[in-house]
């Protein structure tokens, strides 16, 4: 909170000195909205909020009530990245259902297309099955040893997770998914800059969210 606090200060001392060529403020998240709200209630200014939250932040169940009386003073534009997004919002009595645009994240093919595509295994050969994303709980990314054992490790599977472990977080999945035995064939390949080398070396994308605002992964599969 203090540094959130700090932040919003800075945000509205930044746009009240440079009032005249800043034609609006774009929070992008419902973190950011309370980061950004005092500069636009002093400065007068349009307020872009794109809403790409799974569920409400903190700062929201705390200060939605100051919020939703604020907010009504200002020209607001709102936009949430699915339907899931929107209802967040409409729910904590922030916008109307109808003041609220879907704008799905843009993706651009030619920033994740695997170069070359991936050739489908043949018979006999492994099926390479991926999970790319962040190590969290809400991703699913604890299931991941329980779906490896579910599987019959008499198939030909190789599984690869695109993650890096962060602090503790969910320290008992990662020693369970370097503990797998070798017939399991798992391999931590870590976090990749470059997406489409990740899409190159995997047959299938494993997407156990438990929920998402959008699931950026899961298009970006469909997409290779």
Same mark, same amino acid.
């Given at each position: @909170?203090? &540094?959130?606090?700090?932040?919003?200060?800075?945000? *509205? +001392?930044?746009? %009240?000195?440079?009032? !005249?060529?800043?034609?609006?403020?774009?929070?992008?998240?419902?973190?950011?909205?309370?980061?950004? $709200? #005092?500069?636009?209630?002093?400065?007068?200014?349009? $307020?872009?909020?794109?809403?790409?939250?799974? &569920?409400? @932040?903190?700062?929201?169940?705390? %200060?939605?009530?100051?919020?939703?009386?604020? =907010?009504? &003073?200002?020209?607001? +534009?709102?936009?949430?990245?699915?339907? =899931?997004?929107?209802?967040?919002?409409?729910?904590?009595?922030?916008?109307? !259902?109808?003041?609220?645009?879907?704008?799905?994240?843009?993706?651009? @093919?030619?920033? %994740? %297309?695997?170069?070359?595509?991936? *050739? @489908?295994?043949?018979?006999?050969?492994?099926?390479?099955?991926?999970?790319?994303?962040?190590? =969290?709980? /809400?991703?699913?990314?604890? $299931?991941?040893?329980?779906?490896?054992?579910?599987?019959?490790? !008499? $198939?030909?599977?190789?599984?690869?997770?695109?993650?890096?472990?962060?602090?503790? !977080?969910?320290?008992? *999945?990662? *020693?369970?998914?370097?503990?797998?035995?070798?017939?399991?064939?798992?391999?931590?390949?870590?976090?990749?800059?470059?997406?489409?080398?990740? /899409?190159?070396?995997?047959?299938?994308?494993?997407? #156990?969210?438990?929920?998402?605002?959008?699931? &950026?992964?899961?298009?970006?599969?469909?997409?290779?």
């Amino acid at each position: @909170p203090p &540094r959130r606090v700090a932040s919003a200060w800075r945000i *509205t +001392r930044y746009v %009240l000195r440079h009032r !005249a060529p800043v034609a609006a403020i774009h929070a992008n998240g419902l973190k950011e909205l309370s980061m950004s $709200l #005092p500069a636009a209630l002093l400065s007068r200014r349009r $307020l872009v909020v794109w809403i790409h939250n799974y &569920r409400l @932040p903190p700062s929201i169940r705390i %200060l939605g009530w100051l919020w939703r009386i604020l =907010l009504p &003073r200002l020209d607001v +534009r709102w936009a949430a990245v699915s339907p =899931l997004a929107r209802d967040l919002v409409v729910d904590a009595g922030l916008a109307r !259902a109808e003041d609220v645009v879907v704008v799905p994240n843009p993706i651009d @093919p030619a920033d %994740l %297309l695997a170069s070359p595509p991936r *050739t @489908p295994p043949g018979p006999g050969e492994p099926v390479t099955v991926a999970f790319l994303g962040s190590p =969290l709980n /809400y991703k699913g990314f604890d $299931l991941l040893p329980r779906i490896i054992d579910a599987v019959d490790p !008499a $198939l030909p599977v190789r599984w690869l997770v695109f993650s890096h472990q962060v602090g503790d !977080a969910l320290a008992g *999945t990662w *020693t369970a998914l370097r503990a797998m035995p070798p017939e399991r064939d798992v391999v931590l390949k870590g976090k990749l800059t470059d997406v489409s080398q990740a /899409y190159a070396q995997c047959d299938i994308v494993l997407c #156990p969210s438990r929920l998402d605002s959008f699931c &950026r992964v899961a298009a970006e599969a469909m997409i290779n």
